[in-house]
């Protein structure tokens, strides 16, 4: 299949990119640097929000990756991501158009939920594990972008029967992440905050919850992770001295779900193949959470308010369900924490 992948040169691209090559496709990658090489496959200088260009990269192919993005609300005002996320995806879809393409799979994130970014507490969580069926709640402008590219595919679908998955890929691991030294230092420091939280009185607990609910979302509500505010260096001290606030504020937001960049690979080559019609976003990630802690406790000590389950959970299963992508285009992970990590973290 001739493919085109806009945005080849980021991480998911990459593996990507030499997942299909590897397995014969015809790949043309593009992306705004000239000059750059991707063995295996063509490529070529393109901004997306040019749509004539866009259009003549386009002609020829079957299908279209789109990964292309401001990946971050901290990298540009708020109108300019909108502009690069939603046009360029909006210029994506109409170039597929033009060109008779019937398949696109384009990168969407968790946070088309409304978790990581967002100015608000995830109050408005109704079950567990989240599902796409579960309404979204953004609060920032590029969790904001992700939820509309989700429209644009269905605006296409109903248009001009363009079939297409939106990815809501959360944290993507680089290969070997999982397993190394790092990781296993940060699974044995979050057990040993989670374990000396809950053996805290109940009464104590939801206190202490209480408290760094407060202290977060005072911080959150300055928009610390957009444009102009110096994100990266706010965030990582805010709670340098306090572990289970730095929790709270990370990972909480995202559910401990992450992905490895094989599985990334694996699940876009699935997208383009598997036989479907219609517009979808399917959640894509790990099948257990991060750190490997039993899914029930951790839900008890850091959502005992939402006691909805949409499904029973079992062991470290995923706060984030990936059942809807198992059944429409059978995607499994390959990579798990699971299996990295089976000879403990000690």
């Excluded at 992450?258 to 699935?270: G, M, N, P, T, V």
């Excluded at 939402?306 to 995923?318: C, H, L, P, Q």
Aim: charged fraction near 25%; glycine fraction near 8%.
């Amino acid at each position: 299949m001739r493919v085109l992948i806009t945005g080849g040169t980021g991480s998911v691209g990459r593996a990507a990119t030499e997942r299909l090559v590897n397995n014969g496709w015809d790949v043309r990658v593009i992306g705004r640097r000239a000059g750059m090489e991707i063995p295996g496959a063509e490529y070529a200088a393109c901004d997306i929000t040019s749509y004539d260009d866009l259009a003549a990269q386009a002609a020829g192919r079957e299908a279209i990756v789109h990964l292309a993005a401001l990946p971050s609300p901290g990298g540009a005002t708020g109108p300019e991501v909108i502009r690069v996320n939603v046009l360029g995806t909006f210029n994506v879809f109409e170039a597929a158009s033009k060109a008779g393409i019937r398949r696109v799979v384009q990168a969407s994130s968790i946070n088309a939920f409304g978790c990581w970014y967002g100015v608000v507490d995830l109050v408005h969580l109704e079950y567990f594990p989240i599902d796409e069926a579960h309404p979204t709640h953004t609060t920032d402008p590029y969790s904001f972008s992700k939820e509309l590219i989700e429209d644009v595919g269905a605006y296409y679908w109903r248009r001009d029967g363009i079939s297409s998955v939106a990815l809501r890929l959360p944290w993507v691991h680089p290969r070997g992440h999982q397993g190394s030294d790092k990781h296993r230092r940060v699974v044995r420091e979050a057990h040993a905050v989670l374990d000396e939280f809950a053996a805290l009185p109940p009464t104590e607990r939801l206190q202490r919850l209480a408290a760094a609910r407060e202290k977060v979302m005072a911080f959150r509500r300055q928009r610390p992770l957009e444009f102009g505010t110096g994100e990266r260096g706010r965030t990582r001290d805010a709670f340098k001295d306090d572990p289970f606030c730095r929790m709270y504020m990370s990972p909480r937001p995202n559910f401990w779900a992450f992905l490895d960049e094989r599985d990334s690979a694996q699940a876009i080559e699935k997208a383009l193949t598997a036989d479907y019609e219609g517009s979808h976003a399917l959640f894509v990630n790990d099948p257990h959470n991060t750190i490997l802690y039993d899914t029930e406790t951790l839900l008890g000590l850091l959502f005992p308010a939402v006691t909805g389950r949409s499904r029973a959970i079992r062991g470290s299963e995923s706060l984030v369900s990936i059942e809807r992508a198992r059944d429409l285009i059978g995607f499994e992970p390959e990579y798990s924490v699971a299996d990295a990590l089976k000879d403990g973290w000690d």
